[in-house]
């Protein structure tokens, strides 16, 4: 691959529309904005001062879920807005696309969508189910992921980064606080495009996302989500993790 | 597979000898004992109140390891005995065998061990590193791990549990206290030889590991530590992680 940056704070993100002390306010589109990790999302980045498109295949569904999200932002300071849209409406205009949408019929998906000059932000967890439990799918052999196939299918376009994987829908749509302990691990390979993720991180747990190396170590953290998914069940809670040794 | 039970509390443990409050003394081998996570790892079970004999090729080189070792245990209350032997020699007698050695030569390695009744644990990492930095090893397509590899060569005649992938060599050679703040992800089919490595893991980190569910999540669990790798290069820190939401 052939990488390349594509949105940048410099050229498709706001500085006059401060979203806080030092914070680029983005507009961030969520495809699959309807379902509970694009949703909590949606909200978490509204929360922290960014404007969001809660995108889905109906229009009416995404502006039904839209208001709710905004109703739960009333009051709260520097807030950005929350509409809805179509999911390929929703990215007009973005800077950041979030692809929160499952699995099955990704591909297919991704590339109806107008990426081109967005940084996209996979947290697209390819898992199975099964009598004993969750566990990874297994992607071009082992050798692949959801960011990687978002980022071939995108080709130079756009630049996909890993992030927002192992973060519990429940604890998103929760508490403010609830997060305030756990990590958000970002892969991908452009530097600029993952520290602009590392940063929309803030918004969701208080702090950056750590920079947990290329894009193909999705591969790795992308099917951690079913060990979680399996502790979670072991010990009926909301399970995420925190890096150690900082 | 067929699983069974194979070493149990009340077949291959010392009640007698206790470790500590409520806490079973075992006569754990550490085959591969004299690399960094074999003698880190042995190091803190002998802290802990446990007899261990760390294996190598060479029985001098052994020998030579768990000396250091037992110096470095000297005058430390309720601490177990460290000794070193061959790789098969050590596990004579022992009811739990670390598996603690280079994905590279495993396979035909665990096939020569005397492991019939024990519970074998393995911490083996399947990875590569390139310019790119690490990443996990494909193992069977994509549908496998080195814990599985080593279920499937030992059969019925032992149990295989994972546990302790992804603590740092660095800080089980390190301070006590260091790896208070970790959590270590054990995953088995046999649930009473996975509990007792969940015991077993208050020795490393002062408290019971985490079920992480079943074996076959060993391939997510094993790789995970190319993500920490990774972390660790970038941030200059020796990482581990936490599971947040208890």
């Given at each position: 691959?052939?990488?390349?940056?594509?949105?940048?704070?410099?050229?498709?993100?706001?500085?006059?529309?401060?979203?806080?002390?030092?914070?680029?306010?983005?507009?961030?589109?969520?495809?699959?904005?309807?379902?509970?990790?694009?949703?909590?999302?949606?909200?978490?980045?509204?929360?922290?001062?960014?404007?969001?498109?809660?995108?889905?295949?109906?229009?009416?569904?995404?502006?039904?879920?839209?208001?709710?999200?905004?109703?739960?932002?009333?009051?709260?300071?520097?807030?950005?807005?929350?509409?809805?849209a179509t999911n390929a409406d929703a990215c007009a205009g973005a800077?950041?696309?979030?692809?929160?949408?499952?699995?099955?019929?990704?591909?297919?998906?991704?590339?109806?969508?107008?990426?081109?000059?967005?940084?996209?932000?996979?947290?697209?967890?390819?898992?199975?189910?099964?009598?004993?439990g969750a566990h990874g799918l297994v992607i071009d052999g082992g050798?692949?992921?959801?960011?990687?196939?978002?980022?071939?299918?995108v080709g130079d376009s756009a630049t996909v980064v890993g992030a927002?994987?192992?973060?519990?829908?429940?604890?998103?749509?929760?508490?403010?606080?609830?997060?305030?302990?756990?990590?958000?691990?970002?892969?991908?390979?452009?530097?600029?495009?993952?520290?602009?993720?590392?940063?929309?991180?803030?918004?969701?747990?208080?702090?950056?996302?750590?920079?947990?190396?290329?894009?193909?170590?999705?591969?790795?953290?992308?099917?951690?989500?079913?060990?979680?998914?399996?502790?979670?069940?072991?010990?009926?809670?909301?399970?995420?993790?925190?890096?150690?040794?900082?």
């Open positions: 691959m052939t990488s390349q940056p594509a949105a940048t704070s410099e050229t498709a993100t706001d500085h006059d529309a401060d979203a806080g002390a030092g914070t680029v306010r983005h507009r961030i589109a969520v495809v699959g904005g309807t379902g509970p990790q694009g949703k909590g999302l949606g909200y978490r980045f509204a929360r922290g001062g960014h404007d969001v498109v809660l995108g889905s295949r109906a229009a009416d569904k995404a502006e039904a879920v839209a208001a709710e999200v905004a109703d739960r932002l009333v009051g709260v300071e520097g807030a950005g807005t929350v509409t809805g800077d950041l696309v979030l692809l929160a949408v499952p699995w099955d019929g990704h591909d297919e998906l991704v590339a109806t969508l107008p990426l081109a000059g967005t940084t996209v932000i996979s947290c697209v967890n390819p898992l199975a189910f099964d009598k004993r050798e692949g992921s959801a960011a990687e196939s978002a980022q071939r299918i927002f994987h192992n973060v519990s829908a429940v604890s998103l749509w929760g508490d403010d606080d609830v997060l305030a302990h756990e990590d958000v691990l970002v892969v991908g390979d452009v530097k600029e495009a993952k520290e602009t993720v590392m940063a929309l991180c803030a918004s969701v747990t208080g702090r950056p996302g750590i920079d947990a190396g290329k894009l193909r170590l999705a591969r790795q953290v992308e099917p951690l989500t079913a060990v979680l998914i399996s502790i979670n069940r072991r010990y009926k809670i909301h399970s995420s993790i925190k890096v150690t040794g900082f």
